[in-house]
């Protein structure tokens, strides 16, 4: 099932939750909505699942207009970032309830019923706890089973809003790699929202950045971390040094001191450099575009944090090779190894 | 020989007193002087006695006075028989109308946003912050002889004021807050989340409804509907007002005792008051009971 998103805007009193989305969603695929709070992501997968209706924009699934559609018909599985298992019902029950409120027409015998909430307690290994209650699982059992219970209806599109936000990070590890490897086994087209970059970048096929209600960048894992579209993508994955600088006739400077970096394309005026905390190479004093000095160390296995109060005025964290020791006081040179400047 | 480790000896008598001693001063610390706390105590138990309990055991002392068959003599009269089953069908009435609307009111303000949605909760409260005189007069300005609708109700024969569509409906406005009261806080709480759940997994309207809003709230509900049920069966001012004390017709049992009453017949008086009484009592029971049950309905789908 492919999904395609065209020009959604949904507006909350003046807030724009989504302010002009486009997405196509291949069929299969594990895609993630990564962003911060306030983003859209939320209301983006609420809206595709039709818990939510947008203002303007459309929604088709495989080429049909979703939106004719409620939520009732459209046969989306939505997994809550809080469970919401019914809490009166055991385990059973809940993965059993989108097979017995099927219309009589084509719901299917008792036996097939509880034939199938087998084996999906099976798939998702918690066969054991059918017949406990809600209160009585643990987060990461209760996240399972909710994700039995979405996929029952056999649904076209999975949806899991923050699946692992409320759970601790020992368990969030192992329920990531889990969900991937689900995935591969059903292969339905899914969409994972989340806040946490590593979550991301580690689950899914492709991620879509997203601020302010828009789309930042649209691209595999590795591309949105090593070619980041914005300079929000970039401040936004990965550890990032941000710095103030001014293009002028094709040069790029920080304060007072041209730096030695090619600003081909780049429009003049205020711009940003983005450097990746580990991109940053240390060597003697006049050697790289920066200097500074060290302020102070931190040692963290391999690498070593300095934090460098740079000659233009910012002070600025580098993770550093243990290769050659830094210590508070030193005078330093910095060349990015690699950076992106944004305008603005 | 091995050396014994100091800590593993039995303390000596003295060490022992001593730390009893330190005992007794932590404690002291978190509670009062013996004394004090024994006069609180028995200050709450004999206010207790004497506010509450001694009336009610008055109540079956005077019922009983002049033996059994004079108590059951009392209540088998006609006009006793009347006011019973008069009670029952107007709180029947009235609990029914304030489930439906108690419902209602508690979807509304728990499950939605929209304007004027503070104003309404305020608005629930009124029945209980205004004096239920004052509600039954409403109802004689809206429905009497001089009333907003008196013509029209004259004009097509429909009897409300002095008659059960007017006890039922001044009944039914006195007890309104009680079923809205008991389930805006637990639906708020519960959200709607499990009703949206319910939805994407393909259940209808009614489906969800019946199968997960309402076994979530039903203890919520059998709460509210318990003391909706007591104050309907108990209600005295509202009702006196637009009942017009039409003996064996429109008196309800809190109208008759106080007409028996002043007519010196005490037995019969106590007699039926014993019987709200004793409904009292099961209201209480009864709401203990429910109260654990209604504990279960929070929690589990944590934030």
Redesign the interface.
């Known amino acids: 099932m492919t999904i395609e998103v065209k020009n959604l805007v949904k507006k909350f009193g003046s807030f724009a939750a989504l302010d002009g989305v486009d997405l196509k969603v291949n069929d299969g695929e594990l895609l993630a909505l990564l962003g911060p709070s306030g983003s859209g992501k939320t209301t983006l997968l609420r809206i595709i699942a039709g818990l939510d209706w947008p203002d303007s924009g459309e929604v088709a699934f495989n080429g049909e207009d979703a939106l004719a559609q409620g939520a009732r018909e459209r046969h989306v599985g939505f997994v809550f970032q809080h469970y919401a298992l019914f809490r009166h019902m055991s385990v059973f029950e809940n993965v059993a309830f989108g097979l017995r409120v099927q219309p009589r027409a084509i719901r299917k015998d008792e036996a097939t019923i509880r034939r199938r909430v087998k084996e999906l307690l099976d798939l998702v290994q918690l066969d054991w706890l059918a017949d406990r209650y809600p209160s009585q699982l643990s987060g990461g059992q209760r996240q399972r089973i909710a994700l039995a219970r979405a996929l029952a209806i056999e649904p076209r599109i999975l949806l899991l809003d923050e699946p692992f936000g409320a759970l601790d990070a020992k368990v969030r590890k192992e329920l990531r790699k889990w969900l991937r490897s689900l995935h591969h086994e059903i292969h339905v087209t899914s969409i994972f929202v989340t806040h946490d970059q590593e979550e991301a970048l580690e689950v899914a096929n492709r991620v879509v950045v997203m601020d302010k209600g828009r789309i930042e960048q649209i691209g595999s894992p590795d591309d949105v971390y090593e070619t980041p579209a914005t300079a929000f993508v970039h401040g936004f994955i990965g550890e990032s040094i941000e710095l103030p600088v001014h293009v002028v006739d094709g040069a790029v400077r920080f304060g007072e001191r041209a730096l030695n970096l090619a600003a081909d394309g780049l429009a003049p005026g205020a711009s940003k450099l983005f450097v990746r905390r580990h991109d940053m190479l240390v060597g003697p004093p006049g050697s790289g575009a920066f200097e500074g000095a060290v302020q102070h160390v931190r040692n963290f296995g391999p690498v070593q944090r300095a934090e460098v109060a740079l000659s233009g005025g910012e002070t600025i964290e580098i993770d550093a090779p243990r290769d050659r020791e830094l210590r508070a006081g030193d005078t330093i040179g910095l060349r990015p190894r690699r950076y992106r400047i944004f305008a603005g | 020989m091995t050396m014994q480790i100091a800590d593993s000896a039995p303390l000596s008598a003295p060490d022992a007193r001593a730390r009893a001693r330190a005992a007794a001063a932590r404690n002291n610390l978190r509670t009062e002087p013996k004394a004090v706390r024994i006069a609180i105590i028995t200050l709450a138990v004999l206010f207790l006695s004497v506010f509450v309990v001694l009336p009610l055991v008055l109540v079956f002392a005077q019922a009983f006075s002049k033996g059994i068959l004079a108590y059951f003599a009392a209540l088998a009269e006609p006009e006793a028989l009347a006011a019973i089953k008069l009670t029952l069908v107007v709180a029947a009435i009235s609990v029914s109308l304030n489930l439906v609307f108690g419902l209602v009111a508690a979807w509304a303000i728990a499950k939605f946003e929209f304007t004027g949605k503070t104003f309404l909760i305020t608005l629930i409260d009124l029945p209980f912050s205004v004096s239920p005189v004052i509600s039954g007069l409403v109802f004689v300005l809206l429905f009497g002889a001089q009333g907003y609708f008196g013509g029209w109700l004259r004009d097509h024969d429909i009897q409300i004021l002095f008659a059960v569509p007017g006890i039922a409906l001044a009944t039914t406005f006195v007890t309104f807050p009680f079923v809205a009261r008991a389930l805006i806080p637990l639906m708020q709480e519960q959200g709607t989340?499990?009703e949206?759940?319910?939805?994407?997994?393909?259940?209808?309207g009614l489906?969800t409804f019946f199968?997960?809003t309402l076994?979530?709230i039903k203890w919520g509900v059998l709460y509210g509907v318990l003391l909706c049920n007591a104050r309907a069966m108990g209600e005295f001012g509202a009702v006196s007002v637009v009942s017009g004390h039409i003996r064996g017709e429109t008196n309800t049992m809190p109208l008759l005792v106080e007409i028996l009453y002043n007519e010196y017949q005490f037995v019969a008086a106590f007699a039926i008051a014993s019987l709200l009484a004793m409904l009292a009592l099961l209201t209480l029971i009864a709401k203990t009971i429910l109260e654990r049950h209604l504990d279960e309905?929070y929690?589990?789908?944590?934030?």
């Open positions: 989340q499990e949206e759940a319910a939805i994407s997994l393909g259940a209808s489906q199968r997960v076994p979530n309905g929690d589990v789908n944590d934030h």
